[in-house]
């Protein structure tokens, strides 16, 4: 009972992921600074700016709903932490397993999406309106794709559990890395997910101020942004489980040395992508996601489910 | 989606660097119609200029932009150099035209950072704002300022250029001539650069002409005007160079424009370093003006700046009025904007370079048949302080017939 609380709340579990949080939130924006030429900043500025914000003043607008506007960003910080605690970290079996649980992880990583949407709509303020009314057209573009390019691999393990999907790449050798078209527009779509450049319409800062955060300020909006940098975690450990199988059964420092690796490596990804490009528009972003991402997916899936029949033979 | 929402973009907003305000009315996400409200700076400027000695009024025309503030206090002072008969040296006029092309790459450069931040691409504004640094060093270096450089005075210019500082010049455009080829080829290929930009903003050349459509944004439509080809004032007779157009008509012609001029401009520094003639730098001027009057016009980096200015005998000018690019401009973008995306809104509008500061001059309400008087305009601004601020300026006589 108590090993599990502590696993819970301290490892993997809750302050781990905070602290991860942080420390992504750092790596990203230096890594965006860096490549923008610019100093960027220390590294306990992520924690800095958490603190400074939960003593700011809150602001509620006088037409939202009070209730609602202050339980959102907490449902969306709970949300994305307990996604955490179903993907596995250190070894195959994550914290809370059972069957199917890479769909469950998905459907949790919706939820901060829509409280998002909620938190704009409850706002009554026009640039909010605006702005949840653009999460929700974009998450209907990327979540499709994102879908079925992070269950493909899951068709070849016969499995949508991450410890099997990891057993059987893990016994197969380099055989994951068949899955490589379904990482790249998983890749994509996460970035979506996560609004940021070139799929930050949502909260285009030139165009609707912040969109759905517009209204949100003090410790509420804290909260928001660490659901934000907490959803990056996650996204970036759910991708690591299912394209990257390997490294899950060298004992725990090896462990969690090679899980923080690959947690870098897409947060690298993630900060290139988002200095490279520019914002594109919303009918642009849907055009994309249905014309390109849509079809690459599900060429995986063929390319996954023709393997598995070949070797059925 | 029946319901039509009218989204304020301004006074305040992210995207705008100076107040002005845009009322977009939008069926989803599309752009139905935009209004343009400006006069959110009004600074009296015109009317203070009526106030003062002609050489007090060069420092506050040059404060009249922050970007392009030689370029104004230059148009002033051919105005008024006009009417005094002064015969400006050859060195004085080659050097005024030298500050106003490296004003034109500080602005230019600050532009594409600027459009780059708009479409969410922030890497490119800090790249452009770094090597834009390299040309505010140098203006500092030359002028002293980075900003009102100051080196216009009535009958020339106050500062010479040494031979060091041409080398110093010459090495500067060497290195931004490369940086500008780069960003040519990121705006030519950088594929979400092009998605955002062309096709956005369409102003064909006859609404160019129509609605009045100076500076790049009227070049980029296929107009090709430029005063320092037509009115070849300041040296701009002296060199060779050629006026950047583009067939595009959008938003991604405005910038190949702008930045084609920013290879034209760094073209024209070398020639103009390179045949700097051996005169004075200023000829002794008169600090009565006698009267006249003269209109100047001047190719500012925005477009084609205008100013009036009515001598009548004294050390102060009868009336100074003055015209900025921007407010040739602004009237077009609502045109641009016709069947657009809110995306594009802020853009299109940044696409003209605006100077809302630059632009606002006093406005008069017409409201069906009547105009104000001025005698109307005090009792109106009277009774607004009474009302609004609690103030009474019932007493407060002012220095001229009623």
């Known amino acids: ?313 | 989606m029946s319901k039509k929402l009218v989204i304020p973009i301004g006074p305040q907003h992210p995207a705008l660097k100076e107040p002005a305000s845009f009322d977009v009315t939008l069926q989803g996400e599309k752009v139905e119609n935009i209004l343009v409200k400006l006069g959110y700076n009004h600074r009296g400027i015109e009317k203070a200029c009526e106030s003062k000695p002609y050489l007090h009024d060069l420092y506050l025309i040059e404060r009249v932009c922050g970007i392009c503030s030689h370029s104004h206090a230059t148009c002033f002072l051919q105005a008024v150099e006009e009417i005094a008969g002064l015969n400006i040296p050859m060195r004085a006029k080659y050097i005024r035209s030298l500050i106003g092309e490296m004003e034109r790459i500080h602005s230019h450069l600050l532009w594409l950072g600027v459009a780059a931040h708009e479409i969410g691409f922030d890497t490119l504004l800090m790249y452009t704002w770094r090597d834009r640094e390299i040309i505010m060093d140098l203006l500092a270096l030359l002028t002293g300022n980075r900003v009102n450089y100051a080196v216009n005075v009535l009958g020339g210019v106050r500062k010479d250029i040494s031979e060091e500082e041409k080398g110093q010049i010459l090495k500067a455009m060497d290195v931004l001539e490369e940086r500008t080829k780069y960003y040519a080829h990121v705006t030519t290929e950088e594929i979400t650069i092009k998605k955002r930009l062309s096709k956005v903003g369409y102003l064909s050349p006859e609404d160019a002409v129509k609605m009045g459509a100076v500076g790049p944004t009227g070049r980029a439509s296929k107009i090709k005007r430029d005063i320092r080809a037509e009115d070849k004032y300041a040296a701009y007779g002296e060199v060779d160079f050629k006026v950047v157009s583009d067939d595009n008509c959008d938003v991604y012609g405005r910038a190949l424009v702008r930045v084609g001029e920013l290879m034209e401009a760094y073209s024209i520094i070398r020639q103009l370093i390179k045949k700097l003639p051996d005169t004075p730098l200023k000829v002794p001027a008169p600090l009565k003006i006698p009267a006249g009057e003269a209109i100047s016009r001047y190719e500012a980096p925005r477009g084609e700046d205008v100013h009036y200015v009515r001598a009548n005998g004294t050390d102060k000018p009868e009336r100074v009025k003055l015209r900025a690019p921007t407010l040739a401009n602004v009237q077009a973008v609502s045109t641009m904007l016709k069947k657009g995306y809110l995306a594009d809104v802020t853009i299109v509008i940044a696409a003209i370079d605006p100077c809302f500061s630059c632009t606002d001059r006093m406005i008069i309400a017409v409201d069906g048949k009547s105009e104000m008087t001025w005698k109307q305009l005090r009792e109106h601004s009277i009774n607004w302080y009474k009302k609004n601020r609690g103030v009474d300026f019932t007493k407060v006589k002012l220095g001229m017939k009623e």
Do not use: H
């Open chain 1, 1 to 313: 009972m108590i090993l599990s609380l502590i696993k819970i709340l301290i490892f993997p579990g809750f302050l781990f992921v905070f602290v991860l949080a942080l420390a992504a939130e750092y790596a990203d924006r230096k890594l965006y600074a860096r490549m923008q030429t610019r100093i960027g900043p220390p590294w306990f500025q992520p924690f800095a700016d958490f603190v400074k914000l939960l003593s700011k003043e809150l602001i509620i607008p006088e037409l939202a709903d009070r209730t609602i506007f202050r339980i959102l960003p907490l449902v969306a910080c709970a949300a994305v932490a307990a996604a955490f605690l179903f993907i596995p970290v250190y070894n195959p079996e994550s914290l809370f397993s059972f069957k199917g649980n890479i769909v469950a992880v998905i459907y949790i990583l919706t939820i901060p999406t829509l409280t998002y949407f909620l938190a704009g709509w409850y706002s009554r303020s026009l640039y909010s309106l605006i702005g949840s009314m653009r999460v929700l057209t974009q998450m209907f573009s990327y979540e499709v794709p994102l879908l079925m390019a992070v269950l493909a691999p899951g068709i070849l393990a016969s499995s949508w559990t991450f410890s099997e999907v990891i057993a059987f790449y893990g016994s197969k050798g380099s055989l994951f890395c068949i899955n490589v078209i379904s990482f790249v527009v998983a890749v994509i779509a996460v970035q979506g997910k996560l609004e940021k450049v070139p799929f930050d319409i949502p909260e285009a800062e030139t165009e609707i101020v912040a969109g759905t955060f517009t209204e949100y300020t003090g410790p509420l909006y804290a909260y928001f942004k660490l659901a934000m940098n907490i959803q990056t975690v996650s996204a970036a450990a759910l991708l690591a489980a299912v394209f990257m199988p390997f490294g899950y059964n060298l004992g725990f420092i090896l462990g969690i040395i090679i899980f923080l690796l690959k947690i870098f490596l897409i947060i690298v990804i993630l900060a290139v992508v988002r200095t490279i490009f520019a914002r594109i528009r919303m009918d642009q972003m849907v055009m994309f996601c249905w014309k390109y991402l849509t079809p690459l997916a599900l060429l995986q899936i063929l390319i996954n489910i023709i393997i598995k029949a070949a070797a059925a033979q």
